[in-house]
């Protein structure tokens, strides 16, 4: 486990060793770690510009699972 902060919210968070980021991170693949929620309005964004079905996110948002949101307050 180790704590990393969001880039952009700047809330500190913890990734557990089954997080999928926590080898992205360890190993450097991924220098900065962006939270779900930052993530979801990045992707909300996304939807704007690109046409993207909410639908289909919502899926994926629920596939990431409950360890992607660990250590939100
Ligand atoms: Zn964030």
């Not at 939807?47 to 949101?69: A, M, N, R, V």
């Amino acid at each position: 486990m180790f704590d990393t902060t969001c880039m952009i919210c700047r809330k500190g968070f913890t990734i557990s060793n089954s997080d999928y980021l926590y080898q992205k991170i360890k190993y450097c693949e991924s220098k900065y770690y962006i939270c779900k929620w930052c993530n979801f309005f990045l992707q909300r964004d996304a939807i704007k510009t690109t046409g993207i079905d909410p639908d289909e996110l919502d899926g994926l948002i629920s596939l990431l699972g409950d360890s992607y949101i660990r250590g939100i307050p």
